[in-house]
């Protein structure tokens, strides 16, 4: 059945990933919202900052940080640390430089559609306000159905393939422990995982939340001190590390003459993976955030794209390639270890303290990651059916999710990430068109933004200011 299954999701993916579709709508996309934001990528680094330190007008709102967390939760240790390490292992060390470029386009990406998610947000019963591409989709362009169609493949992506990639990534981090029985310990993990998961979107156990939301940050930062203390215990390789890099990152040959496998496709792949930009996951947590400008939010969020993969995916990659370990024998039958590959490399430098870290890291990242996935879900089946769903309708869809937890640890490492990488370009596909439609209203918000600022003014949105026409919840 899986054979099957996993059958269609490759043919799916395989030309959903040829260079003129889903890389060409990010690539081409990114590079057309640069140009037409005048590089906002570096003219408004500096202001991104200042913007995500400002608190919510009520008490009771989600900061720009607050909503910044949502969206990392879902991101950070499946795909910074398992996600570099596949592309470095299946694509060659070139594919760390296609996801800096990636990450870098991408940036005005994720302004434009978090901005937009800001514009168009809805005002719930309690004054706060909720919202994502859905809702442009819908009010925007007035294509209701288009809305439907991306809110399933949140929850397909969220609920399903991601969620069965962070499980199946947690438990291949234990396979290079002595006691990793391969009949039994993916399935003991996975109803670990399924029990937790379970306890927090069916019982409420929101203390268990606050806590791992304090730890993960702090394990995130001890996660880049220890890469750095790898990268300074190797300085001598560093040089040749570079070399490597930009030498498999530029070899054309290779590139052209199986695209499909090469450094690019993996970097845009993982990159994709890392930061979300262009999918449209990242607006339903900005469009939660309490601001005074739709502008902040979306600085906010191309803040977290150079973030996520310029800091913690550099991180990585520097910390295994600076080891020298080579990722080809990290690949088998096609599918690559790349848990074992992070372990390895880290064991290189730091002993049997290496392994039990990461194990340690991807224990409290890939449980945030869990939950941080799911939160987008509920939010799009309300969507979808136009109405709050009964408490029998959430309890069915939220074991349907656990089950799913535990479904993704004993699956392979191929299904997993095939199906992965198959409904996320499909995301990709509903969302960049549409933002495509829709930037002009951004970028006249944007314009609108740095136009206070010139001022001197802490800039306030009036959807009349910049000719707005559609009726908004806010910004009136």
Not at 177 to 204: H, M, N, Q, R, W
Not at 284 to 294: F, G, L, T, Y
Not at 371 to 385: K, Q, T
Request: aromatic share 12%; hydrophobic share 50%; with cysteine.
């Amino acid at each position: 059945m899986f054979d099957v299954i996993h059958s269609g999701i490759l043919a799916v993916s395989n030309i959903l990933y040829q260079p003129w579709f889903v890389p060409l709508f990010l690539v081409v996309g990114g590079l057309y919202f640069t140009f037409r934001c005048k590089f906002i990528q570096v003219r408004l680094f500096k202001e991104s900052f200042k913007v995500i330190s400002e608190k919510p007008s009520d008490e009771n709102g989600i900061s720009s940080f607050g909503a910044l967390m949502v969206s990392t939760a879902s991101r950070v240790g499946t795909g910074n640390i398992i996600g570099v390490a596949t592309a470095i292992c299946l694509g060659g060390a070139g594919a760390i430089f296609w996801m800096w470029i990636t990450a870098i386009v991408g940036g005005a990406t994720a302004f434009i559609e978090s901005t937009l998610a800001q514009i168009y947000k809805k005002r719930d019963k309690d004054g706060s306000s909720y919202g994502g591409p859905a809702f442009y989709m819908q009010n925007a362009l007035k294509q209701r159905w288009l809305g439907v169609i991306f809110s399933v493949l949140v929850i397909l992506v969220y609920a399903v393939g991601y969620n069965m990639l962070a499980a199946y990534n947690l438990q291949s981090t234990f396979e290079v422990f002595s006691f990793y029985d391969e009949g039994v310990t993916p399935k003991l993990i996975g109803v670990i995982l399924a029990i937790l998961f379970g306890i927090i979107v069916i019982g409420g156990a929101k203390r268990l939340i606050k806590v791992t939301g304090v730890m993960v940050p702090v394990m995130g930062v001890i996660y880049v001190a220890v890469s750095l203390i790898v990268l300074v215990l190797n300085i001598t390789n560093i040089p040749a590390m570079i070399v490597w890099i930009f030498k498999s990152a530029f070899d054309f040959h290779a590139i052209f003459g199986g695209f499909a496998g090469s450094c690019i496709m993996w970097g845009i792949k993982r990159g994709l993976y890392s930061n979300e930009a262009g999918m449209g996951s990242a607006p339903n947590a900005a469009a939660k955030a309490d601001v005074s400008h739709p502008a902040k939010q979306g600085l906010v969020q191309m803040l977290s794209v150079f973030l996520d993969t310029l800091l913690i995916c550099t991180a990585t990659a520097f910390m295994c390639l600076s080891t020298m370990t080579d990722p080809a024998q990290f690949v088998k039958d096609g599918a690559a270890d790349a848990a074992g590959y992070v372990q390895t490399s880290m064991a290189a430098t730091l002993g049997g303290f290496g392994p039990v870290f990461l194990t340690v890291a991807m224990c409290l990242f890939a449980f945030t990651t869990l939950i941080g996935n799911y939160s987008y879900c509920e939010g799009c089946l309300e969507f979808i059916i136009k109405r709050a769903p009964s408490r029998g309708e959430l309890l069915i869809f939220r074991l349907l999710a656990t089950v799913l937890v535990f479904v993704g640890a004993i699956a392979s490492a191929g299904f997993v990430w095939d199906m992965a990488d198959m409904l996320q370009g499909l995301m990709v596909v509903v969302n960049v068109p549409s933002i495509v439609i829709l930037g002009g209203t951004a970028v006249k918000c944007l314009n609108d933004y740095t136009k206070q600022r010139k001022e001197g003014k802490d800039p306030h949105f009036i959807a009349k200011d910049i000719g707005l026409k559609q009726d908004t919840d806010f910004w009136k």
